[in-house]
């Protein structure tokens, strides 16, 4: 194992992303819930603590409080925001509620660089998010830094190595915040930086070999990021043994089989095989118009295709799913947290449960920049390892209404002219999701000099981080215009097509 970091979760939003700033670092970070003992840590063999941050204030009567011992395990704690309060509270010193919240930017003075500020500039810019703060220092610490409005914006126990900063050295607006976190890492915990994409694979690789031995796996290929990293990781440690399933369930993109096909098939020599199921899926949405029941019966047939593949392909031991750290980690419900209030689209929900199959996911320590990291690493194509997200139930939710063959028909062709426009400008790669919706509306429009009365196309082209809030994007205008000329001109069927310019909240990013 990779020596191990600590961060222990009291809540705070940015959690997930202390935990991905110690990756960056080549550095392995686990998540723990506030209530692991120290005993467990221990078990871990974890060479330094990071409390997190959290909405909490000590004096609240359901203030999350870590197991005391943790700070007698004799490796260094850096203690983020609440997780400085704690330190106070917990070691003996003092903290009081300020009048008013620390929230934004502010200056921060270092008086005494020591190993955390080691080689950093004296004054920097830092971001606050706090209501509670320090008066006292507990024994055995020394004030280093100062903000104007406190006296104990950083404190430090350079002999047990105990380090509390008030900031937020995790987020993008900390000037050199990275830094500090290296230097608690490489500085003060002694780490290794050892947590490599290269190590990572090679690990995995044979994990996996390991794991499964000579038993055969089976994986449900989607395209997407997450599922395409698995099968490429899988197929380096056990090639044959790996067998894919992709289902054309009738909702796919233009283009999106052939791909599939050309790329997983026949540049990576991975066992593919394609089962189209798309009249099935067709049929048994025929008539249907409310989204959620569109849902349920596109992952249900998902299910009962995928299942009746595995028999045709002489059966399995394993199913392998593109996993990631995220879906894993046990959000903490403190407060408002928006972390805790996130639910993940399942879109093979109880799959493998039913399938009577030993999971395997090789994915499931890793965040998604470090997914795209090893995707590059195996071989994967940017198009594949920079793609955007394309819901399970794929344009059986952007046909808005009833879904025919001939309404599919002419959003894939308005989505294929999006794309490709988005492609050749290069902002497909700077956007969260761009996609053309199905409004089953029909508008006049003249062609020549013939009225024509067609459907409506709707463009969605949003900017997100995590698709929790979303904003529409900017484009220049001649570049919608060429998007919208080539539309009206090229797809036949259409007469007029629109701008979303709705952000989330309150519209969602799928118009279903
Ligand atoms: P919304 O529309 O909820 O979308 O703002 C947020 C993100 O989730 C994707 N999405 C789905 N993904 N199954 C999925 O796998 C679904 O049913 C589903 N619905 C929405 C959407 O594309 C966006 O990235």
């Not at 062709?413 to 509306?441: C, R």
């Amino acid at each position: 194992m990779p020596q191990t970091i600590a961060v222990i979760d009291f809540g705070s939003q940015y959690t997930q992303i202390i935990a991905r700033r110690i990756r960056e670092c080549q550095v392995y970070s686990k998540l723990y819930h506030h209530t692991v003992t120290a005993e467990e840590l221990k078990k871990d063999g974890v060479v330094g603590i990071i409390l997190s941050g959290g909405p909490s204030s000590v004096f609240s009567k359901k203030a999350p409080i870590p197991d005391k011992a943790l700070f007698t395990l004799g490796v260094p704690v850096l203690g983020i925001c609440y997780g400085i309060q704690l330190m106070g509270h917990l070691l003996g010193g003092q903290v009081a509620k300020s009048d008013h919240r620390e929230y934004g930017h502010g200056t921060l003075t270092i008086r005494k660089a020591g190993r955390l500020f080691s080689k950093l500039p004296k004054k920097l810019r830092v971001w606050n998010s706090h209501g509670d703060r320090l008066i006292k220092l507990p024994p055995g610490f020394t004030a280093i830094g100062t903000t104007d409005n406190s006296e104990y914006a950083v404190i430090e126990d350079a002999q047990r190595g105990f380090y509390g900063i008030q900031f937020h050295p995790e987020v993008f607006h900390s000037e050199r915040g990275v830094d500090v976190i290296r230097n608690f890492l490489v500085g003060v915990c002694k780490a290794e930086q050892d947590w490599t994409t290269a190590d990572f694979i090679k690990k995995s690789v044979a994990d996996i070999r390991t794991t499964v031995g000579k038993s055969r796996v089976l994986l449900g290929l989607s395209g997407g990021v997450d599922s395409s990293v698995a099968a490429a990781l899988i197929h380096k440690a056990i090639g044959k043994q790996l067998t894919c399933v992709f289902v054309d369930n009738g909702l796919l993109r233009k283009g999106e089989r052939e791909v599939v096909e050309s790329l997983y098939a026949r540049n990576f020599k991975i066992d593919v095989r394609v089962v189209d199921a798309s009249a099935l899926f067709l049929r048994r949405l025929k008539g249907i118009t409310d989204p959620e029941q569109k849902r349920k019966i596109i992952g249900r047939t998902f299910v009962e295709v995928f299942e009746k593949s595995l028999k045709s392909i002489g059966g399995a031991d394993y199913l392998a799913q593109g996993t990631l750290y995220p879906d894993v980690i046990e959000s903490v419900a403190i407060g408002n947290n928006p972390a805790a209030l996130i639910k993940s689209h399942h879109n093979v929900g109880g799959l493998p449960e039913r399938m009577k199959l030993k999971l395997l996911e090789p994915l499931r320590e890793l965040f998604k920049d470090e997914v795209r990291a090893v995707g590059s690493a195996c071989g994967l194509p940017k198009e594949v390892v920079w793609r955007q997200p394309f819901p399970g139930p794929g344009l059986g939710v952007r046909v808005v209404g009833e879904i025919t063959k001939e309404r599919l028909e002419i959003l894939r062709n308005a989505d294929f002219i999006l794309q490709e426009e988005m492609m050749d400008n290069g902002w497909y790669w700077k956007v969260w999701q761009s996609f053309a919706v199905f409004i089953p509306v029909k508008s006049v429009g003249v062609v020549g000099d013939e009225r024509n009365y067609s459907y409506v196309i709707g463009l969605r082209i949003v900017e997100s981080i995590d698709a929790m809030t979303a904003d529409w994007t900017r484009l220049p205008y001649d570049l919608l215009q060429k998007i919208s000329s080539r539309i009206t001109n090229e797809v036949r069927g259409v007469s007029r097509v629109v701008l979303d310019i709705s952000s989330k909240p309150p519209a969602t990013i799928e118009w279903e």
